[in-house]
């Protein structure tokens, strides 16, 4: 753990967990989808375990976002708060351009339901969002519940336009593979930035909590945690590549 050890290793645990949870659900997806198994993904179980891994995961990195910025003030002190606010203005463009490039290749492989605003560009726009939250503490809960709420009623109708998808406002009909739109997700990660400064108050663990990295699936969950980034990026051409290797799907049906 010495090359980590300015990591939490419970977080990453439970970041590599969520992700750990998506893979399954997307590889479950991907078989339904080329009629490969019939798998009930509309409701049930699995349903449920595809939700609760994209909130674990937007929850997780809410907390582990106030955490460096925590840190990033005690290291910066005295310095001005535009260089910190640079950091995430940069992640923010990085995440979204390969939230785009996703987009991309789904509308070129399954227009029908091609990304239009999936986890990545969610995870790209909350990064410059979420900057004036962080140095809020319980008031998080008060604007976490605002975006949660509302964007829960904006699910129970349409509109007649579509340029307001990326913050929840869909229209009629709209199907698409990833969708993460500002309301509610939004909500989900200043609920994780509260329980980070409570929880990580200037960036230290407020709570003793035993190591078990001995755990040999802790230590997988771990190390899927701290990679969960380019894991994700790549999960969907690996579970596709080792469909067409298998002989169970061919390139006829992507193209």
């Not at 990591?7 to 970041?15: A, M, P, V």
């Not at 309301?183 to 003793?208: D, T």
């Not at 190390?223 to 969960?228: D, K, N, P, T």
């Amino acid at each position: 753990m010495a090359r980590y050890a300015d990591r939490f290793w419970e977080i990453d645990c439970l970041r590599g967990f969520a992700v750990l949870l998506m893979l399954l659900y997307h590889f479950l997806y991907d078989l339904d989808f080329f009629e490969l198994a019939e798998i009930q993904l509309r409701s049930g179980l699995i349903l449920y375990a595809g939700r609760f891994s994209a909130f674990l995961f937007i929850l997780i990195s809410g907390t582990a976002l106030s955490i460096s910025h925590s840190r990033a003030l005690n290291k910066e002190f005295g310095r001005k708060r535009t260089e910190n606010f640079c950091k995430y203005l940069r992640r923010g463009i990085k995440l979204y351009l390969m939230g785009l490039l996703l987009t991309v290749i789904t509308w070129i492989f399954l227009p029908e339901e091609y990304i239009v605003f999936g986890i990545l560009q969610f995870f790209g726009v909350s990064a410059v969002l979420v900057y004036p939250f962080l140095r809020y503490g319980r008031e998080n809960l008060y604007f976490s519940l605002f975006f949660i709420l509302s964007g829960l009623y904006l699910r129970t109708i349409t509109f007649g336009f579509s340029s307001l998808l990326w913050l929840g406002f869909t229209p009629e009909n709209f199907r698409t593979l990833d969708y993460f739109p500002i309301f509610p997700w939004f909500g989900v990660l200043l609920a994780g930035v509260f329980l980070g400064n409570f929880l990580y108050a200037g960036g230290k663990r407020q709570f003793e909590i035993p190591y078990t990295g001995k755990n040999l699936l802790f230590r997988l969950s771990s190390r899927v945690g701290q990679h969960s980034l380019v894991i994700y990026f790549i999960h969907q051409p690996v579970f596709l590549g080792f469909l067409f290797l298998s002989g169970l799907i061919n390139l006829n049906i992507l193209l």
